[in-house]
Structure formats: structure tokens, C-alpha cells
């Protein structure tokens, strides 16, 4: 029974990224205050699946990083297949810089996200100006990507004492 | 030289084709399916639109229940706040109409705009009254902002009558139109939006012109004609110029802001629950 439970607590615990990834992308939980300052808004998605491929792959799958991404083109009114490629491009470098870096720490993990959201906007860019009717503000994208850059340290802190909370070693 | 590249090749073909304890698919495949999805997408094709339609409509009901705790939040944190707020609203809305009370109601100029006014909303309400019978109601499920995109989802759709283009209402105020049909659900696009380009009048001068959405609040006024002079304050009615919209509906007033002509919405975007689909015949095809 406790081993049961043991278990179930693990995975429980776990899955809590995946949750929160899905919970972004299918609810009305926005990441933008445009209400309260007009230019700010982040991509708190691209930051957890950052963090998470970055740090420790086994809790975020692609799959589920491309499920969340179709979900979240539904809900937006994107053409089907933008988002789950942007989210791919930002797993991808996170896999990259995984591979490539001996040793992380916040600073290698920040800066290497700068070319996650750079590419991964570009391919948004060239998708939606390309092959759809969409418009869009380059400036608000410009906004979006900054405040994206500048909010990781912070949730990389939240997402590290999390990982330190669950008795995970945050330097293996 | 060649070693550094060839381990560059080794890297990026593990991050793609590798497959960890948790990644049942590899990047490679999801990034081509993605590819695929998004291609198949961008082309028209009754199997697609079939596909899409079912997808939207399961997700949006699934988000919809995801999303009634946090309604469920903001409805007691606003009533809490309507609560302790309403003294002092009192007592500001007290000021406001002496304010107004002590304003001068026999000016020839106002008196005049008024009464031009009162006929346009005369003419507005009997334009709306006229399509009551063709009006359904339909509760927003989902008013997720993006930064880029202003559109809000409804509880009905096809099985409606309900068909793209169609002028959407909320109290009697244009709010935008619809720009995706489902079988149970429906987009409409805001008049924020930057995608959103509506013909409108300005009644007290019978001037058309045409309100584009900025990805802001308040949409501005566009097209007007050389070295026109608006005013403030002034109201804006749809003229149903482009065969869609039904000519009168009320829209927003206008305020100038920095040299722009922006339009002040009557219906608030933000505060929206149900909304009126008036179905006009002649809905387009493909607009957005």
C-alpha cells in the first residue's frame, strides 16, 4: 500500500510540469497584462519547456509538448501546427544545449534561451506571414519575446526549488 | 576542423532522432507531423474542416469546464469588489452628475447634436429591433487573450445558423464578427483586433469611413477624407456599406488621442458574458 502510494506520489509529482503546460495552453490563463502594462506579455510555455528538456527531459516528452501545442492553436485561432513547431524548436535547443554543455548553470541556460526564442519566433514569423491571413505586431512579438528572455532566471529559481523540493539533485 | 563539424552533425542528429525514458516519439517525426498538420491546414479541404471542427469544438467544451473555477474566482473577486466599492462609486457618481447637471443644456450646438443623435439611435434601435427575430444569443466560453489576437469563443455555431461574417452585438453595440464556425461553437473576431476592418458612418455628418482594429482596446478610424475634422465625443454607427452588416448598429464614440482617431466602444470587450449573433443573409464565404 505504501509502495502504491509512493509511487503514485512520484508521479504525481512528476507529471505536475506536463499539468501545468496543458493547464496554459487549454485555459483562459494568460501570461499577458496588457491591462496593467501595455506592452508586457511572455511565453510562459516556451519557458517550461525549456527549462524542463534543458534540466530533466524525462518529466516533459515531445509528445506531450505537441499535444499542447495543437491545443493551444485551437484555442488561440492559430493555424493548426504554428505553435507545436514553435514548442518543437524550443525543445529541440534545449536538447542541443543539453548535449553540447559539460556544465549548467543559470547564466549557460539564459543566454543559450535567447537562440531557442529567436528561432522559435522565426518560425512563427515565417509561418503566419507566409501562409495565413493572421496579421500580426512585429514590435508586440518583439515585446513578447523580451519579457520571455527577461522572466526565465525567475522561474528558473521557482522551477529549481521545486526540483530541490522533491529531493532531486539540481546539478546531476 | 572536419572533426568540429562532424561532431555538430552527431549532436543535432541525436537531439532530433534520440528517444529517451519519456519520449515516445522523436523530435524528427513530431517536428515533420507538425509540418504536415500545419500544411494540410493552410489548404481548404472538407476533410481538414471537418477534422478542425470536431477538434474545436472538443477542446473548447474541455477548456471551457477546465475554466469555470477561475470564472468561478473572478465572478466572487469582482462581486467582493462591487461590494466594498459601491460607497465610494456612489459618491464619485453623485459629483459626476452634479457635474453634469451644472452643464449648459440650452447650447444651440448640443441641443442640435442631440436631437440628431436621438434620431440615429432611433433609427439604430429599429434596425436592430427589426432583425430581433433574426438574433440568437450565445454565451462566451472563452475570451483568452493573445498578444496578437483579439477573438473570443461562443456556445453556438453551424447547428445555429450561425455562418462566417455574420455581425455579432452585445446590449445592442457592434463587437465584432464571426470568423470561424463549428458545429457547436464559434469565433468571433473583436473590433480590436488588427485583422478587423469595419465600414462605418459618422451619423451627425454622414461621413463613411472604415474602424481598424490595432491589437488594442480602442480601434481607429481610417479612410476619412482629406482635411476632415472630427470632433470628440462623436458617435459611430455601422453603414452597412459592405452588404454584411446591417446599417445602424451603434459602435463607440470617438476620442482623440495623440492625433489619432480612436473609437471608445460601447460594449466593453473585457466584460463580456452573452452576446446577439444577428443573422444576415448575407454572410460571407472566406473574409479572414
Known amino acids: 500500500m505504501a509502495i502504491i502510494f509512493k509511487n503514485f506520489r512520484s508521479k504525481l509529482i512528476n507529471s505536475v510540469p506536463i499539468i501545468f503546460l496543458y493547464f496554459l495552453s487549454i485555459t483562459e490563463i494568460d501570461t499577458q497584462f496588457s491591462n496593467y502594462f501595455q506592452i508586457l506579455s511572455f511565453n510562459l510555455q516556451f519557458i517550461i519547456i525549456y527549462y524542463w528538456v534543458l534540466r530533466d527531459?524525462?518529466?516533459?516528452?515531445?509528445?506531450?509538448?505537441?499535444?499542447?501545442?495543437?491545443?493551444?492553436?485551437?484555442?488561440?485561432?492559430?493555424?493548426?501546427?504554428?505553435?507545436?513547431?514553435?514548442?518543437?524548436?524550443?525543445?529541440?535547443?534545449?536538447?542541443?544545449?543539453?548535449?553540447?554543455?559539460?556544465?549548467?548553470?543559470?547564466?549557460?541556460?539564459?543566454?543559450?534561451?535567447?537562440?531557442?526564442?529567436?528561432?522559435?519566433?522565426?518560425?512563427?514569423?515565417?509561418?503566419?506571414?507566409?501562409?495565413?491571413?493572421?496579421?500580426?505586431?512585429y514590435l508586440d512579438l518583439f515585446?513578447?519575446?523580451?519579457?520571455?528572455?527577461?522572466?526565465?532566471?525567475l522561474f528558473w529559481v521557482i522551477?529549481?526549488?521545486?526540483?530541490?523540493l522533491l529531493g532531486v539533485r539540481i546539478h546531476d | 576542423m572536419s572533426a568540429s563539424?562532424?561532431?555538430?552533425?552527431?549532436?543535432?542528429?541525436?537531439?532530433?532522432?534520440?528517444?529517451?525514458?519519456r519520449q515516445k516519439f522523436s523530435l524528427f517525426f513530431l517536428i515533420c507531423l507538425s509540418g504536415l498538420i500545419f500544411f494540410?491546414?493552410?489548404?481548404?479541404?472538407?476533410?481538414?474542416?471537418?477534422?478542425?471542427?470536431?477538434?474545436?469544438?472538443?477542446?473548447?467544451?474541455?477548456?471551457?469546464?477546465?475554466?469555470?473555477?477561475?470564472?468561478?474566482?473572478?465572478?466572487?473577486?469582482?462581486?467582493?469588489?462591487?461590494?466594498?466599492?459601491?460607497?465610494?462609486?456612489?459618491?464619485?457618481?453623485?459629483?459626476?452628475?452634479?457635474?453634469?447637471?451644472?452643464?449648459d443644456f440650452k447650447s444651440e450646438y448640443l441641443s442640435t447634436e442631440n436631437k440628431n443623435l436621438k434620431k440615429a439611435i432611433e433609427s439604430s434601435?429599429?434596425?436592430?429591433?427589426?432583425?430581433?427575430?433574426?438574433?440568437?444569443?450565445?454565451?462566451?466560453?472563452?475570451?483568452?487573450?493573445?498578444?496578437?489576437l483579439k477573438s473570443i469563443i461562443v456556445s453556438k455555431g453551424s447547428r445555429a445558423g450561425i455562418k462566417k461574417g455574420m455581425p455579432v452585438i452585445?446590449?445592442?453595440?457592434?463587437?465584432?464578427?464571426?470568423?470561424?464556425?463549428?458545429?457547436?461553437?464559434?469565433?468571433?473576431?473583436?473590433?480590436?483586433?488588427?485583422?478587423?476592418?469595419?465600414?462605418?458612418?459618422?451619423?451627425?455628418?454622414?461621413?463613411?469611413?472604415?474602424?481598424?482594429?490595432?491589437?488594442e482596446k480602442r480601434p481607429r478610424l481610417e479612410y476619412l477624407p482629406e482635411g476632415f475634422e472630427l470632433s470628440e465625443a462623436t458617435t459611430v454607427f455601422t453603414s452597412g456599406k459592405d452588404g454584411i452588416?446591417?446599417?445602424?448598429?451603434?459602435?463607440?464614440?470617438t476620442i482623440i488621442d495623440k492625433g489619432l482617431i480612436e473609437v471608445d466602444l460601447f460594449a466593453d470587450p473585457d466584460q463580456l458574458s452573452f452576446v446577439n449573433v444577428i443573422l444576415t443573409e448575407s454572410s460571407i464565404k472566406e473574409q479572414f
Open chain 1, 57 to 137: 527531459p524525462s518529466v516533459l516528452g515531445n509528445g506531450h509538448v505537441f499535444f499542447a501545442g495543437i491545443i493551444n492553436d485551437v484555442i488561440m485561432g492559430l493555424p493548426m501546427g504554428t505553435s507545436p513547431l514553435t514548442y518543437l524548436v524550443v525543445s529541440f535547443m534545449g536538447i542541443y544545449i543539453r548535449n553540447v554543455t559539460v556544465k549548467m548553470t543559470l547564466f549557460t541556460d539564459w543566454f543559450t534561451f535567447i537562440l531557442a526564442i529567436f528561432f522559435a519566433n522565426l518560425i512563427y514569423l515565417i509561418l503566419i506571414s507566409n501562409f495565413s491571413n493572421v496579421a500580426i505586431t
Open chain 1, 143 to 153: 515585446y513578447n519575446s523580451l519579457f520571455t528572455f527577461l522572466f526565465y532566471p
Open chain 1, 159 to 164: 522551477f529549481n526549488s521545486y526540483r530541490a
Open chain 2, 5 to 21: 563539424r562532424d561532431d555538430f552533425g552527431i549532436v543535432i542528429r541525436s537531439a532530433l532522432l534520440q528517444r529517451g525514458a
Open chain 2, 40 to 103: 494540410l491546414d493552410s489548404f481548404p479541404s472538407k476533410v481538414m474542416d471537418k477534422a478542425r471542427s470536431v477538434l474545436n469544438d472538443g477542446i473548447y467544451v474541455t477548456s471551457s469546464v477546465a475554466t469555470s473555477p477561475i470564472r468561478g474566482f473572478s465572478y466572487l473577486k469582482e462581486k467582493t469588489k462591487l461590494h466594498f466599492f459601491t460607497y465610494s462609486e456612489n459618491k464619485i457618481l453623485k459629483e459626476e452628475l452634479k457635474k453634469f447637471k451644472e452643464q
Open chain 2, 125 to 148: 434601435q429599429t434596425a436592430i429591433e427589426n432583425n430581433t427575430q433574426d438574433n440568437i444569443s450565445a454565451k462566451v466560453l472563452l475570451d483568452k487573450e493573445s498578444p496578437f
Open chain 2, 170 to 215: 452585445n446590449e445592442g453595440y457592434l463587437i465584432g464578427k464571426v470568423v470561424e464556425v463549428n458545429y457547436l461553437s464559434s469565433r468571433i473576431l473583436l473590433l480590436g483586433d488588427l485583422n478587423s476592418k469595419i465600414p462605418i458612418i459618422i451619423e451627425k455628418f454622414g461621413i463613411h469611413a472604415i474602424l481598424s482594429g490595432f491589437g
Open chain 2, 245 to 253: 452588416f446591417p446599417p445602424g448598429i451603434p459602435v463607440g464614440k
